[in-house]
């Protein structure tokens, strides 16, 4: 960049500008800065005086809320009221002290002192008479607890209430005053750029002045004057004194005028040598330009008539070859409108079924303009074909047809008659040309010869078209023929699988009694197949000499077939090898045949064993429960009947009141296992899985039954055996159990209970020395309602439901139920569960989230920063897990607090604040609940609420890990410093620094000489 001289117009102008402008923006900034420091100080003493008033509001409500308590105390007389008001009362005198001392360290606190020692007087009075009251309503004086409100209690609250308020009423006029300030400032402060606008206006004005006077003044004169060169004229102006920029462009100016004069005067002598040749040159072009015009046009013509014997022999190219008519139409149709230079085309012939003309195919026009058929023929369409003659008409166009640009004002309509080889009419051709001009009998004569070739090509195309419609329609009739054998094949197979699918067993047979059909059902039922090709009468006679008893099967089923009966329905059943029982029911129905008119007759055998089964078990149910219901009624009635009409002895009411609970719970505990195996066995019920201590479940339910019946309960228990469990269940697991080992071995002593650990398992074994279990009862022990059936255990009571709730529980659990059994010597059932396994916690991120998703995608957001973790779904499992970690300290954890189990996060978070170790460990509180009263977020404890994003997690979570941790100080509220030091080496911690501080002493101490 070239310096610009120092007495150049821009050094001046900028000069100018740049001192107004600071002088300007100095005294803007020193205006805007006094105003802004004096209402930052208003407004921090406004803040301060707010937050004093808010305390004093918060403790005059706090004052009122000790009140209530002790009124709440005093009228119903509750602990709970009376240790609120005790909490309360202490909390308020904490916050009187520390309210009262920080109006004291203020600089205009010398105003409230009244105030504030009328309140702590009051406070103190008001705290005596509570406790004289308190121990008035302990003793039930009434009387002088309203003696005392009256003369002492309510005049010490009044007297606080009134101080509060004035201290209130104090601190709102000064927080008024303190905002009229602020306000008046402010309003200065809004002037300051209406001042600041009036100066730079004045600067401007000063700057245009001189600008006008020196600088666009002469730019105006430089202008006209160039102006006036170009327009011809030449000019002079007169030159100033000035040595700057305008000084040089008057000058140059001048001197471009003189120039361009030169320069005008040399071009006219020029140009008049130029007009000369120039005349010669033109005289010689329009010759050779008549010469090309005429060569243009007979190339033209030439032109003209090659493309129209190209597009005549393309069209006769496509009028053969083609299979199908919509490809003939397609291509010949339009290079026929190629070759004629029309627009759009209309083939019409007459339908020989409905006496009507059918548009055979339309090109040109838009879906849905032409119709598909027309009734009758008018005017040209109809002289067209009784004349056989082609016919033109003129016509104005509407206007949807005038064209894009509406160009088009005309159409000619061509009306050519399709004829056949006996000059027959076969059809119509319509062609239009749109913007036509008449044509010449030579364009005549030749689109009446291609279409005549179009005719013939159509004649022969529909005689193709009718030969193919013929074959296509043979096609089909085969291919129906052959989907309908192939339709009949699989209806036979259909019907022969669904014949085998069902679980009744079929026999067809011809009126004869001939056995022509059976499914394999009846095999699997009978051993049919020796059957085959018999007669079924024969297979009726072997049916009935496994039947106990005289039946007539045989009879019935010839009575069917001679005609007798119409139908056949009866139940029978047989006696196996085995000794057990099959029951059948048997349906013969006729079928008559359409074709001879002679029935054949369909055996059907249906098994009936299992309905037999499940009526036996529903009456045996139905027994055993009208019999445990019925007892325990029959016994409470009895004895409440008693009650109700005798007088009987006090002792005797208590026996009898006794015994009824006992029936009662009998019978509530009956209810229960049907209501529990019925929510078992429709999905209904939940288990709440957390780490459970087999150990203490076992020990605690065996210690229950200790003594019990005269059973005396042997324990041989590992400790500390943990299982994945519902702890509620597998309680009642043992219960039952153990409630049927005492009760099958009424002349045992004791039974067994054993816990041990085998590899990946703990293993349950309860066992008992009594009836044991016979052989043909093992395989339905665990079904629901059964009970073993013989006459040493008709007087045990229960329902069969035990042992089948235990079953549906343990499999709940995936584990496994098992018993070994001697039939009299005794029982032992087996529970077999995996045992829990601890998860890990040392330098991983903990998730402890029920939810299986939220967990899932909040471990895969981790793992993608390389962040190792272990999802943990209750409370139970995480504090186990914590307990067992003896490594590193786990890198964070996010706690839910709602989970699964009893315990919550908060549990979790309890145990983690109180390990010795790892109770520094950072914790992100994720819930849908609202943060408690008085949760506080610290730098190692962060609360998200759900729903929250991943990065949002994210952040706070790198936040808390990447935290440096700082050195540890700590604080003693003790001022002799020779003993803090003294105490803390007694405990091997050595002194590094002492810092004193008004009320305390900072220590900070190092345990070891090389920590330094």
Same mark, same amino acid.
């Given at each position: 960049m070239i310096p610009l001289p120092s007495k150049s117009v821009a050094s001046k102008v900028s000069l100018l500008i740049v001192l107004v402008m600071t002088l300007f923006a100095a005294v803007v900034l020193s205006a805007g800065l006094l105003m802004n420091n004096h209402i930052t100080g208003t407004r921090e003493k406004l803040e301060l005086e707010l937050q004093d008033q808010a305390l004093v509001e918060k403790l005059h409500s706090e004052s009122q809320a000790v009140v209530s308590d002790l009124r709440a105390y005093l009228a119903f007389g509750r602990e709970q009221f009376l240790n609120e008001f005790l909490h309360r009362q202490q909390t308020f005198g904490e916050m009187l002290d520390q309210v009262s001392g920080r109006f004291q360290s203020r600089d205009y606190g010398e105003k409230y002192t009244d105030s504030w020692d009328a309140i702590r007087e009051a406070w103190s009075n008001y705290r005596n008479s509570s406790a004289i009251v308190i121990e008035l309503k302990k003793n039930g004086d009434m009387e002088k607890i309203e003696q005392m409100s009256s003369t002492t209690t309510t005049g010490s609250v009044t007297e606080m209430s009134r101080n509060f308020n004035t201290i209130l009423a104090a601190q709102t006029e000064s927080v008024e005053r303190w905002l009229d300030d602020n306000r008046r400032r402010t309003d200065?402060?809004?002037?300051?750029?209406?001042?600041?606008?009036?100066?730079?206006?004045?600067?401007?004005?000063?700057?245009?002045?001189?600008?006008?006077?020196?600088?666009?003044?002469?730019?105006?004169?430089?202008?006209?004057?160039?102006?006036?060169?170009?327009?011809?004229?030449?000019?002079?102006?007169?030159?100033?004194?000035?040595?700057?920029?305008?000084?040089?462009?008057?000058?140059?100016?001048?001197?471009?005028?003189? /120039?361009?004069?030169?320069?005008?005067?040399?071009?006219?002598?020029?140009?008049?040598?130029?007009?000369?040749?120039?005349?010669?040159?033109?005289? &010689?072009?329009? %010759?050779?330009?008549?010469?090309?015009?005429?060569?243009?046009?007979?190339?033209?013509?030439?032109?003209?008539?090659?493309?129209?014997?190209?597009?005549?022999?393309?069209?006769?190219e496509k009028l053969a070859g083609h299979v199908e008519m919509r490809a003939f139409l397609d291509h010949s149709v339009t290079a026929l409108l190629q070759a004629l230079h029309q627009d759009s085309a209309v083939l019409i012939a007459p339908n020989p079924e409905t006496s /009507?003309?059918? !548009?055979?195919?339309?090109?040109?026009?838009?879906?849905?303009?032409?119709?598909?058929?027309?009734?009758?023929?008018?005017?040209?369409?109809?002289?067209?074909?009784?004349?056989?003659?082609?016919?033109?008409?003129?016509?104005?166009?509407?206007?949807? /047809?005038?064209?894009?640009?509406?160009?088009?004002?005309?159409?000619?309509?061509?009306?050519?008659?399709?004829?056949?080889?006996?000059?027959?009419?076969?059809?119509?051709?319509?062609?239009?040309?749109?913007?036509?001009? %008449?044509?010449?009998d030579t364009q005549h004569r030749l689109a009446y010869g291609l279409v005549r070739q179009f005719a013939l090509a159509f004649t022969a195309q529909m005689t193709n078209e009718e030969r193919r419609k013929q074959a296509y329609l043979l096609e089909e009739l085969n291919e129906e023929l052959s989907q309908e054998r192939d339709g009949l094949q699989q209806q036979r197979d259909l019907v022969r699988r669904i014949v085998e699918s069902i679980h009744e067993g079929m026999v067809m047979c011809d009126r004869n009694g001939r056995i022509v059909f059976s499914n394999e059902r009846m095999n699997e039922m009978f051993g049919f197949d020796r059957f085959a090709g018999s007669s079924v009468l024969d297979f009726c006679r072997y049916l009935e000499a496994g039947m106990p008893g005289k039946t007539r099967l045989c009879d019935f089923t010839e009575a069917v077939m001679n005609g007798s009966m119409d139908e056949l329905q009866e139940r029978f059943t047989i006696s196996r090898e085995d000794g057990r029982e099959r029951h059948y029911e048997l349906y013969v129905n006729a079928i008559p045949d359409p074709v001879e008119h002679t029935p054949s007759y369909l055996f059907v055998f249906r098994d009936r064993t299992s309905e037999e089964m499940a009526d036996e078990m529903k009456n045996e149910f139905i027994s055993i429960v009208s019999h445990e219901l019925r007892t325990p009624l029959a016994t409470v009635l009895g004895f409440m009947e008693i009650l109700l009409h005798r007088d009987i002895a006090k002792e005797k009411q208590k026996k009898y009141m006794e015994t009824i609970y006992k029936e009662a719970n009998r019978l509530s505990n009956l209810i229960n296992d049907f209501l529990d195996l019925q929510r078992m066995e429709s999905?209904? &019920?939940?288990?709440?899985?957390?780490?459970?201590?087999?150990?203490?479940?076992?020990?605690?339910?065996?210690? &229950?039954? &200790?003594g019990k019946h005269n059973h005396r309960a042997e324990l041989h228990i590992e400790p500390d055996v943990f299982v994945t469990a519902d702890i509620d269940r597998m309680t009642q697991v043992m219960h039952n159990l153990i409630s049927n080992a005492v009760k099958y071995s009424p002349d045992a002593d004791k039974i067994v209970v054993k816990l041990r650990?085998?590899?990946?398992?703990?293993?349950?074994?309860?066992?008992?020395?009594?009836?044991?279990?016979?052989?043909?009862?093992?395989?339905?022990?665990?079904?629901?309602?059964?009970?073993?059936?013989?006459?040493?255990?008709?007087?045990?009571?229960?329902?069969?439901?035990?042992?089948?709730?235990?079953?549906?529980i343990v499999d709940s659990h995936n584990g496994t139920l098992s018993f070994d059994s001697e039939l009299g010597q005794g029982s032992t059932f087996r529970v077999r569960l995996r045992t829990y396994s601890v998860s890990g916690l040392g330098g991983k991120v903990v998730i402890i989230e029920d939810d299986e998703n939220l967990s899932k995608l909040i471990a895969v957001a981790f793992e993608k920063l390389q962040s190792p973790t272990v999802r943990i779904r209750s409370a139970e499992d995480a504090i186990l897990s914590l307990r067992d970690t003896s490594d590193r300290a786990p890198l964070l954890c996010i706690v839910d607090i709602q989970?699964?189990?009893?315990?919550?996060?908060?549990?979790?978070?309890?145990?983690?604040?109180?390990?010795?170790?790892?109770?520094?460990?950072?914790?992100?509180?994720?819930? !849908?609940? %609202?943060?408690?009263?008085?949760?506080?977020?610290?730098?190692?404890?962060?609360?998200?609420?759900?729903?929250?994003?991943?990065?949002?997690?994210?952040?706070?979570?790198?936040?808390?890990?990447?935290?440096?941790?700082?050195?540890?100080?700590?604080?003693?509220?003790?001022?002799?410093?020779?003993?803090?030091?003294?105490?803390?080496?007694?405990?091997?911690?050595?002194?590094?620094?002492?810092?004193?501080?008004r009320d305390t002493i900072e220590v900070e101490v190092k345990k070891h000489d090389r920590d330094e």
């Open positions: 200065l402060l809004i002037l300051l750029p209406l001042f600041a606008v009036a100066g730079a206006a004045a600067a401007g004005l000063l700057l245009v002045i001189y600008l006008r006077s020196s600088v666009i003044s002469p730019i105006i004169r430089a202008d006209r004057a160039v102006n006036q060169i170009a327009g011809g004229e030449y000019v002079e102006l007169a030159v100033s004194s000035r040595h700057d920029e305008l000084g040089r462009l008057e000058r140059g100016i001048n001197i471009m005028s003189r /120039e361009l004069k030169q320069r005008h005067d040399a071009l006219q002598e020029s140009n008049k040598e130029l007009i000369d040749q120039r005349d010669l040159l033109e005289a &010689q072009n329009e %010759e050779i330009s008549a010469q090309q015009i005429e060569q243009q046009e007979m190339l033209f013509k030439l032109t003209d008539r090659e493309r129209e014997l190209e597009l005549i022999s393309s069209y006769q /009507e003309y059918d !548009v055979i195919y339309a090109y040109g026009y838009p879906e849905g303009a032409v119709p598909a058929s027309f009734k009758e023929l008018f005017g040209p369409s109809r002289r067209t074909l009784a004349e056989k003659q082609p016919l033109y008409r003129n016509r104005p166009l509407d206007s949807d /047809e005038r064209g894009i640009h509406g160009g088009y004002a005309y159409a000619r309509d061509q009306y050519y008659p399709l004829l056949d080889e006996q000059s027959s009419p076969i059809g119509l051709l319509l062609l239009t040309a749109y913007g036509a001009n %008449e044509e010449n999905g209904k &019920q939940t288990y709440q899985m957390v780490p459970a201590n087999l150990s203490a479940i076992v020990r605690d339910v065996a210690e &229950q039954w &200790q650990k085998d590899e990946e398992h703990a293993v349950v074994e309860v066992r008992d020395f009594g009836l044991g279990i016979p052989e043909d009862a093992k395989e339905k022990l665990f079904s629901k309602f059964y009970r073993v059936d013989n006459s040493d255990r008709r007087q045990i009571g229960g329902t069969g439901l035990g042992l089948a709730i235990v079953k549906e989970l699964e189990g009893a315990k919550s996060g908060w549990d979790f978070i309890t145990e983690l604040l109180q390990h010795p170790v790892y109770s520094g460990t950072p914790v992100i509180v994720s819930t !849908v609940l %609202e943060p408690p009263k008085h949760f506080l977020e610290t730098e190692t404890g962060k609360f998200l609420r759900k729903p929250f994003t991943i990065d949002r997690l994210l952040e706070l979570a790198s936040g808390l890990m990447e935290r440096t941790p700082h050195q540890a100080s700590v604080v003693f509220p003790v001022q002799d410093e020779a003993a803090v030091a003294a105490a803390l080496e007694q405990k091997g911690l050595r002194v590094a620094d002492l810092k004193i501080n």
